[in-house]
Structure formats: structure tokens, C-alpha cells
């Protein structure tokens, strides 16, 4: 067998051990769309730390994170000032979160804003903000998977076919296990990552540059503006500092409350769980630092690759290594597109359903039902993913900062669903409206006034709104108002039996 063969075969085996892994839990879980969705509420510390880490150990970062510090220099290190900090908020919204949904059988982020508020249409505008952030954030992970495949095939299998063969195995067995096939398999591939990407991080600049230290010297010397802070915009010229810090904080706000991630809420054991979660979280960090090195390490590579998004694999396949190791480093690749992208797909599934169809329209399901329509719904979710990655040009990276502008605004609702009494329903419902709609006349018009990113100034119209129409329907709360609220603190009665703590 050729080295090339070599290393297609154990990407392949790769795949069909992933799937394995991700069909044996569905035999465990329940029949009911809580099951399937929630994991009937069963996941400990040890498949929470990986399915939330997994969020960002995904190709934007095996591929992505790589991409920025090749083309970019140090303004990718944002990504761990985000990755660091983004996930705390949820030490105070997770645990709130996780008593109502014990209380309230919620399993979705939307039903539970939703149910607070008694207002249907929040629950179809935030189906609208999470297909709008879904669906970039999941044609990112195809298309690493494709690039990944297509290299280490020599361009034998295209991109296009290289994601639609490794999302077919994530639909096979994300239709069987739901959210306990992607925390197993999640759990999988986050140990299999953080390996690799330390081996990785280490290795490309000793044995290209003879250590870290003279990597640095030589970018130093050959290109000095990739290490001046903070980095070089889209253009190659120097960044502004309000690009890069509104970047950082949309990153930050949003990132806590991306659906599929605040989901997992309603998955913990128990409150402790989901705060030991939040503190070891930032240790994930830690397993990004190899993985811009190897970017760096790149920058004075020869010959430099088509395209900047594929410098991990192509260095890989450049360089004198054994096929079984470049093998495993390129399923590492593929494997963090997985991890990330068969939680993104279960859970705008469940959205569509259960906030759409469910909380939005009215209809009622069966719980066998309801699982039955999550599962069909995977496959428009994939078709559509697929399709942007088929068609969209720019970076793994420039795709995620897009999607964070529409994930961003669900903030202020969350926050207002869980601790604001002022807060009412037209008022969240307007903030939502208002929010997205400048987001998005911002970034399709492609507005960045002072390189300001265009979710900063959604928000802005977002709490303006929410602020102004809460003021204008102010009224008493209801009795069930005072219960959800109490529920949440965990003050009310059948609080503590909702999550033990």
C-alpha cells in the first residue's frame, strides 16, 4: 500500500470506529424527545467537560486557529481570550437554566424563554437567530472535513465529497443515539484532539525550525508585522485594536449562550456538575496554543499551500513523517470537525421541532413523535449546511465571527428570561427583532463603522428595544411567573428536587 493509501486508510477506519462509538449509547436512552434531546438528564462531569469543550475543539480551531496565525500573526490569539472568559457567564446562567428544566421538562433553550414570557413568537424569532448562526457555523466544520480528506487523497476526493461522506456517517449516527451518541462520541474524539494537537504544536517547529524559540526569530526577522499586536486584518494591513477587541467581546457574549452549547444545561446530572463544567472549562484553552504554534510554523513554509485554511494538512503531507502518523494527525482534523459538527446538528434539529414547531406553532406531539421529527429535520439541516459550504469562499475563522453576530443577540433574552422581573414578553420579543435586523443589514451591506463588529451594534438596538417596550407593557407578574422565577433561584418549593445540588 502507498504511504498516500496508508494514510486514507486509517482516516477511514477513523470514521468507522467514530460511528461505533456514537451507535452503542442509543440503546440507553429513552424513547421520549427528552431522551433524545436532553439525555434524559443524565450526563456527568466527565462527557459534559468534553461535549461543551468539543464546541470549541472544532475544524475552526484544528484548521482554523492554524489558518489565523499563518495569515494573520498574533491577532489569532483572541481566540483564547474568548475561549478563556466566554464560557463563565454560564456559571450563573447554567444552573438557573438546569432547575427549570427539571421543573418544566424544557430541553431547548427558546422553550424556556418562551414559556417565561408566554409569547410564541419569541420562540419562532430565536428558530430564525439560531438557523442563521447554525447553519454557517456547521458549513465551517463541513468544509474542514473536506479539505482534509481531499488533501490526504491527493485530490482524488474532492472537498465536496470529502464533507458529504464524513457528515453521512455523523447523520447515521446522530439518528440513532441523539445526544448520548454525540456526548460518547464527543468524549472520543476531545481525548483523541488534545493529544494530537500537543504532538503537533511541539513537533512541526522542531523539526522545521529547531524549537519554538527560533520559529519566533525567523518570523522575527522574515515577516515582523505577523508578531506585532494585533495582527493584520483580512487585507494584510495592521488590525485596528477596535476590530479586534469588538471581535473578541461579540465572541465573548455570544459564546455562552449558543443554543446547542446552553442545551447542555439541561442535560447535567446536577448543578454541581454543570459549575464544575464551567471551572475546568478554560483548560481546553491550553490544547489551542499547540495548534496556533503549528500555524506560526507554517508562515515560512515551503511551498506554501493553495489555500490558508488547509496549512495543517498540507505541512503534514509535506513533510518527511511516517503515513501512520500523518494518518492519525489527519483524522485528529477530521475529528474535531465531527465533534462539533453532530452537536450542531442534533441541536438545530431539536430547535426547529421543539421551539418551532412545538412552542412557536402550537402543535402538539407525542414524545415518540416529536423524536421522530427531530430526526427527520437533521436532514434538511445537513442539506442546507452543506450547500453553504459548497458555495461559500472565505475563511473557516471569517465564518465563525459571522455566525457569532446572530448568536450574540439571543444574550440579552437569556439573561432577562432567568433574572430580569421588568423584563416582558414584547419587550424581549422587539429586542430580538431589532438585534438581528441591524446585525444583518450591517454585515450583508458590509458596514463595520471604526471596523466595529456588526453584532456589537445589534446588541445595542437589541437591550435599546428590550429596554424601551418592557418600560411601555410593564405590569405585575402572574403567579406562574413568580414560580418560574423562584424555580430558577432556586428558592421556590419543588426547587430542589428540579436539579440536587
Known amino acids: 500500500m502507498t504511504d498516500s493509501g496508508i494514510v486514507v486508510a486509517i482516516v477511514v477506519a477513523y470514521l468507522a470506529l467514530c460511528l461505533v462509538v456514537g451507535m452503542l449509547p442509543g440503546k440507553r436512552g429513552s424513547e421520549s424527545a427528552a431522551g433524545y434531546v436532553a439525555g434524559d438528564r443524565s450526563l456527568g462531569l466527565f462527557v459534559m467537560y468534553f461535549i461543551t469543550g468539543a464546541t470549541i475543539f472544532s475544524a475552526f480551531a484544528f484548521l482554523g486557529a492554524p489558518e489565523r496565525a499563518f495569515s494573520r500573526g498574533v491577532g489569532a490569539c483572541y481566540i483564547l481570550g474568548f475561549g478563556t472568559l466566554g464560557f463563565l457567564p454560564f456559571y450563573f446562567l447554567g444552573p438557573r437554566a438546569a432547575r427549570l428544566g427539571k421543573a418544566f421538562g424544557f430541553v431547548t433553550q427558546a422553550e424556556m424563554i418562551a414559556t417565561r414570557f408566554r409569547t410564541r413568537g419569541i420562540a419562532l424569532a430565536m428558530v430564525l437567530i439560531s438557523v442563521l448562526a447554525f447553519v454557517p457555523y456547521l458549513a465551517l466544520q463541513m468544509r474542514g472535513a473536506g479539505m482534509v480528506l481531499e488533501i490526504v487523497t491527493e485530490g482524488r476526493v474532492k472537498a465536496d465529497a470529502g464533507a458529504a461522506i464524513v457528515y453521512t456517517v455523523v447523520l447515521i449516527y446522530v439518528l440513532k443515539s441523539g445526544v448520548l451518541g454525540v456526548g460518547w462520541t464527543n468524549t472520543f474524539q476531545g481525548i483523541f484532539m488534545l493529544v494530537l494537537a500537543w504532538v ?25 508585522e505577523l508578531l506585532g499586536a494585533p495582527g493584520l486584518d483580512s487585507k494584510g494591513q495592521a488590525q485596528s485594536w477596535a476590530g479586534y477587541s469588538s471581535d473578541v467581546l461579540v465572541s465573548m457574549i455570544g459564546f455562552s449562550v449558543w443554543p446547542h452549547l446552553f442545551m447542555k444545561a439541561f442535560t447535567a446530572r446536577d448543578v454541581r456538575t454543570i459549575k464544575r463544567t464551567v471551572v475546568l472549562y478554560p483548560t481546553f484553552q491550553l490544547f489551542l496554543v499547540p495548534l496556533l504554534l503549528v500555524g506560526f510554523a507554517g508562515v515560512l513554509f515551503v511551498p506554501a ?45 431539536s430547535i426547529v421541532v421543539r421551539d418551532g414547531i412545538v412552542a412557536g406553532a402550537g402543535r402538539k406531539l407525542e414524545p415518540k413523535a416529536e423524536r421522530n421529527w427531530i430526526r427527520a429535520m437533521l436532514i434538511p439541516v445537513l442539506l442546507a449546511s452543506y450547500l453553504l459550504a459548497t458555495a ?43 438585534g438581528i435586523t441591524v446585525n444583518l443589514v450591517f454585515d450583508l451591506m458590509g458596514l463595520r463603522p471604526w471596523a466595529i463588529h456588526p453584532g456589537i451594534f445589534g446588541l445595542a438596538a437589541n437591550i435599546t428595544a428590550m429596554t424601551l417596550v418592557s418600560l411601555a407593557t410593564r ?25 440536587s445540588r
Do not use: K
Not at 483524522?331 to 452537536?343: I, N, Y
Not at 405590569?475 to 436539579?499: I, K, N, W
Open 475 to 499: 405590569r405585575d407578574l402572574t403567579t406562574d411567573e413568580e414560580r418560574f422565577l423562584s424555580v430558577a433561584a432556586g428558592s421556590a418549593p419543588d426547587s430542589a428536587t428540579a436539579v
Open 392 to 434: 461559500y469562499e472565505n475563511t473557516l475563522v471569517e465564518m465563525l465571527i459571522f455566525a457569532y453576530g446572530p448568536v450574540t443577540q439571543i444574550a440579552p433574552a437569556v439573561v432577562a428570561t432567568l433574572f430580569i422581573r421588568a423584563a416582558t414578553g414584547p419587550g424581549v420579543l422587539a429586542g430580538l427583532v431589532a
Open 305 to 349: 499551500p493553495a489555500d490558508a485554511n488547509q496549512i495543517l494538512p498540507h505541512m503534514l503531507m509535506q513533510t518527511d513523517l511516517s503515513p501512520i502518523v500523518v494518518g492519525l494527525f489527519c483524522a485528529g482534523a477530521v475529528a474535531a470537525s465531527m465533534s462539533s459538527g453532530d452537536t450542531i446538528v442534533h441541536a438545530t434539529a
Open 200 to 224: 503537533m504544536g511541539l513537533y512541526l517547529p522542531s523539526v522545521l525550525y529547531g524549537g519554538i524559540g527560533p520559529m519566533f526569530d525567523a518570523i522575527q526577522e522574515a515577516r515582523p
